[in-house]
């Protein structure tokens, strides 16, 4: 057991906010500490004698003992992780992939049945389109804002059922607490990758979910300046994810670890300012000649509109998607002030192109079935003064 599974509490009554800043790092009993929690760069502990080390190693005295088992950082980020969405435990991973195998590879084998959503990332797409058939796991891709659909696709072997929060990068939103209900009324888990949303704007937990992941490389860290993956659950799953993942070596540095806790301390003061700000850019493209469509629950004519209201009272997280006239020369047009980024969810606004980037892995048939064509652009609508964000954005659209 590490001291995330151990320490870990459901939230209390302070807002987010608070609970960002100050979760995941304890006193350290000195006359004076560190305010911060400084960065363990140890790859080993030593021991005092073997009583010492054998409680570490059973995991019934939480101790550091072995980089590969996790680090001081890693266990402090886990207790914040779990603090903030609202479960028993968490598991920090190299990458969010790496999550999100361990977390699937904790609960399946051989014979096993999973359904996921079709609109999922590309790289978990082909994780479970490829890699999983391979194990002799089926998998069943779905519209997983159709429940008569996804109902259908339930075996007696289903075990997972797989959706994002929010969709990448069409903003699609399923129905998080009927698919829970579904799930578990026929014994399956239902897995939700929160990385489009974060804590700040949805806690999948609340509603039903059981397995929830992160690429914290997006709005956790916040800055573009570390990487990993994590996994938020109850501690029974968690201690089988941790298991495969010490196996497959999928371990998080601690320096990304302390560099992710860093960003996360202001994780509810941006998300306030991402969402604001990517719904006020949303409501601008979408009266635009230019612009074809807009991808973003905020606007009413969002498929899922009423049900994003309901889900997410406090706002939509930083992300939109558009399909653009001449997509790019707009590209072009905003060189210099709004860089052409593949990933996400950094302080500054990014664009991206899905079709050659964060999908480019599905086959060109599935992605035009999903809506994913080469005119589409996901925007990553950042901190700044809006109006500075909408004057650059008018300013490539009449260019």
């Not at 929160?194 to 956790?220: C, E, M, Q, W």
């Not at 860290?221 to 196996?247: K, Y």
Request: glycine letters at 8%; proline letters at 6%.
């Amino acid at each position: 057991m590490t001291p995330a599974d151990k320490h870990a509490a459901h939230p209390t009554n302070y807002d987010l906010t608070t609970l960002a800043a100050r979760a995941g790092e304890e006193a350290r009993p000195n006359a004076s500490a560190p305010l911060v929690e400084p960065i363990y760069q140890s790859t080993v502990y030593a021991f005092p004698d073997l009583d010492a080390l054998d409680g570490a190693m059973s995991g019934a005295e939480p101790a550091a003992f072995y980089y590969r088992n996790g680090t001081p950082n890693g266990a402090s980020l886990e207790r914040a992780l779990a603090v903030l969405e609202g479960t028993e435990g968490a598991l920090v991973a190299a990458s969010g992939m790496a999550a999100i195998s361990a977390a699937f590879l904790g609960v399946l084998k051989t014979g096993d049945h999973v359904i996921t959503d079709a609109r999922v990332y590309g790289v978990t797409y082909a994780l479970l389109a490829e890699e999983f058939p391979r194990l002799g796991i089926e998998v069943s891709f779905v519209d997983a804002c159709d429940l008569n659909e996804v109902e259908a696709a339930f075996r007696p072997n289903t075990r997972i059922v797989h959706v994002e929060s929010l969709t990448n990068p069409l903003l699609t939103v399923p129905d998080v607490p009927a698919l829970a209900k579904l799930a578990h009324e026929r014994d399956a888990l239902l897995s939700v990758d929160n990385t489009f949303a974060s804590p700040a704007v949805f806690r999948p937990a609340l509603h039903g979910a059981d397995l929830i992941t992160h690429s914290v490389s997006k709005y956790l860290s916040g800055h573009s300046t570390a990487f990993g993956g994590v996994l938020c659950a109850r501690a029974d799953l968690v201690a089988l994810a941790r298991t495969r993942l010490l196996r497959l070596g999928g371990t998080m540095s601690a320096f990304d670890a302390w560099m992710t806790m860093q960003g996360l301390k202001t994780l509810g003061l941006r998300m306030r300012a991402h969402s604001g700000n990517a719904q006020a850019v949303a409501d601008v493209l979408v009266n635009h000649p230019r612009v074809k469509a807009v991808y973003h629950p905020g606007l009413s004519d969002h498929p899922q509109f009423h049900l994003a209201m309901d889900l997410f009272p406090n706002g939509f997280g930083g992300m939109l998607a558009a399909d653009i006239e001449d997509a790019p020369a707009f590209v072009k047009a905003l060189a210099g002030r709004i860089p052409l980024a593949p990933s996400l969810a950094d302080v500054i606004t990014t664009l991206s192109w899905p079709w050659g980037t964060s999908h480019r892995a599905l086959p060109e048939a599935e992605r035009r079935r999903l809506g994913i064509t080469p005119e589409l652009l996901r925007i990553s609508v950042g901190i700044e003064d809006i109006g500075d964000l909408l004057g650059d954005f008018e300013s490539a659209l009449e260019g």
